[in-house]
């Protein structure tokens, strides 16, 4: 989910380097747990150091699952990136097929982390315009790219060929949400994590 890296959540710890902070101030990390937000997410507690409470065992058993998982080597980044990159090429290898055969595609999502993925995978001169669900964005226009935000009933009125789902970590509500466009012929473009078109 590397589109959710963008300027409010520039900086990210793994539980090690974390572990290793809180060291420095005199505080231990005593207990972390997992949860979903933001392709998932750790909680930490911690206390000042030699604390009344015991530093819990999933301390260390999430330190060796970095360790297992190598991310704590360089290496992991690169073939990370080298991947992003993989895909960007073949989405725009796609989408430029699309556009030589004179169909149009238009974006599903107008918010940050799909101004990350629109800018990264250099997508604003294949999208004729975006769509959104949140009334608050309705007439506005993409940073940079200045694709118009309509609602997303324009995708059953204006009936486009393809719409790239920049929101793809919401998918299933947003294809069960547009079932008309599909049953009437539209495609949907899921990009990430594999690409796949939809109809």
Same mark, same amino acid.
């Given at each position: *989910?590397?589109?959710?890296? #963008?300027?409010?959540? /520039?900086?990210?710890?793994?539980?090690?380097?974390?572990?290793?902070?809180?060291?420095?101030?005199?505080?231990?990390? $005593?207990? +972390?747990?997992?949860?979903?937000?933001? %392709?998932?997410? +750790? @909680?930490?507690?911690?206390?000042?150091? %030699? %604390?009344? @409470?015991?530093?819990?065992?999933?301390?260390?058993? =999430?330190?060796?699952?970095?360790? $297992?998982?190598?991310?704590?080597? *360089?290496?992991?980044? $690169? @073939? =990370? &990136?080298?991947?992003?990159?993989?895909?960007?090429?073949?989405?725009?290898?796609?989408?430029?097929?699309?556009?030589?055969?004179?169909?149009?595609?238009?974006?599903?999502?107008?918010?940050?982390?799909?101004?990350?993925?629109? #800018?990264? =995978?250099?997508? %604003?001169?294949?999208?004729?315009?975006?769509?959104?669900?949140?009334? &608050?964005?309705?007439?506005?226009?993409?940073?940079?790219?200045?694709? !118009?935000?309509?609602?997303?009933?324009?995708?059953?009125?204006?009936?486009?060929? #393809?719409?790239?789902?920049?929101?793809?970590?919401?998918?299933?509500?947003? $294809?069960? !949400?547009?079932? !008309?466009?599909?049953?009437?012929?539209?495609? /949907?473009?899921?990009?990430?994590?594999?690409?796949?078109?939809?109809?």
């Amino acid at each position: *989910m590397f589109d959710y890296i #963008y300027h409010e959540h /520039f900086s990210y710890f793994t539980v090690k380097v974390l572990k290793q902070l809180l060291e420095k101030c005199e505080l231990e990390l $005593i207990h +972390i747990s997992s949860h979903a937000p933001k %392709g998932g997410s +750790i @909680r930490v507690i911690a206390q000042h150091k %030699g %604390g009344d @409470r015991d530093v819990d065992k999933n301390v260390e058993s =999430f330190i060796k699952k970095e360790e $297992i998982t190598k991310m704590h080597d *360089m290496e992991t980044y $690169i @073939r =990370f &990136a080298k991947d992003i990159n993989s895909l960007k090429n073949e989405l725009v290898e796609l989408l430029k097929k699309i556009k030589s055969s004179g169909k149009n595609i238009v974006g599903y999502g107008a918010t940050h982390n799909t101004t990350t993925l629109l #800018y990264h =995978f250099e997508l %604003g001169e294949y999208l004729d315009f975006l769509v959104d669900d949140n009334p &608050a964005k309705y007439g506005l226009y993409s940073p940079g790219h200045h694709l !118009r935000v309509y609602p997303s009933e324009k995708l059953n009125e204006d009936k486009p060929d #393809y719409v790239l789902v920049l929101g793809w970590q919401h998918q299933d509500t947003i $294809i069960n !949400r547009n079932k !008309r466009f599909l049953e009437e012929g539209g495609k /949907f473009i899921i990009p990430l994590p594999e690409l796949k078109v939809l109809g």
